[in-house]
């Protein structure tokens, strides 16, 4: 089993429909979580990033984390073509540099 | 300014060639890391620099790779006799502690043929 595990999808909505995107971690030890998102040939860049459990919520992007269950989320409101992109969880231990990486969900947004 | 840049954005190399790949990180970040993103997986980790401390090869999956960051600043990732299962994008990110956010560049792609 994968330390974190997430959908690869693809995953295609319409423009404006929300979406909900997870992932499942099994260290319990994981304190830091983090949503990147990737577009096509780029790298990675920092999107939400909470620590502990919770939500977040930063304009149309929310994140949640649900330590009891080991899964966090981010949700995407009135999803726009704009948001077209791999978008990769992430989290790391308390005083540890060692983040671990979800493999990705390809999101299309369709106008 | 000027953000994480690699070179070259893209290598093509016969099986059992060695490469070198490059990152410049964002000047006056103190911490650099290596990753491999292959099709369908999530970053797998590779190494870590932090200042002058030795680094972190605990990634690394195996002897044939290494990597050097000369003067605290330009990193070379150097594959040895490269294997067809080698092939992925391989991403430099850099931070300005170890503790704060890692800035990516947007990667080599490596094909072994």
């Known amino acids: 089993q994968k330390e974190v595990e997430q959908d690869p999808g693809p995953l295609s909505v319409p423009e404006g429909a929300i979406v909900s995107l997870n992932c499942t971690y099994s260290?319990?030890?994981?304190?830091?979580f983090m949503w990147y998102r990737q577009y096509s040939r780029k790298g990675p860049e920092l999107l939400m990033y909470?620590?502990?459990?919770g939500n977040k919520e930063d304009g149309r992007f929310t994140a949640q984390v649900d330590k009891s269950s080991k899964y966090i989320s981010l949700f995407i409101r009135d999803s726009q073509p704009s948001d077209s992109a791999t978008y990769l969880c992430?989290?790391?231990?308390?005083?540890?540099?060692?983040?671990?990486f979800g493999a990705g969900t390809r999101l299309t947004v369709k106008p | 300014g000027a953000g994480v840049s690699q070179s070259p954005s893209n290598k093509v190399t016969e099986k059992g060639k060695d490469v070198e790949l490059r990152c410049d990180p964002i000047?006056?970040?103190?911490?650099l890391y290596w990753y491999r993103q292959s099709l369908g997986q999530g970053l797998e980790f590779l190494i870590y620099f932090q200042g002058n401390s030795a680094p972190d090869k605990s990634g690394l999956p195996s002897d044939r790779f290494s990597a050097e960051r000369t003067g605290g600043s330009v990193s070379t990732l150097t594959i040895q006799r490269t294997q067809q299962e080698d092939s992925a994008v391989y991403l430099c990110?850099?931070?300005?502690?170890?503790?704060?956010?890692?800035?990516f560049g947007p990667g080599t792609r490596l094909t072994v043929l």
């Open positions: 000047s006056g970040h103190t911490a």
């Open positions: 909470t620590y502990s459990s």
């Open positions: 990110a850099s931070s300005l502690r170890w503790d704060n956010e890692q800035f």
């Open positions: 992430a989290m790391s231990q308390i005083n540890n540099n060692d983040m671990r």
């Open positions: 260290n319990s030890a994981f304190q830091y």
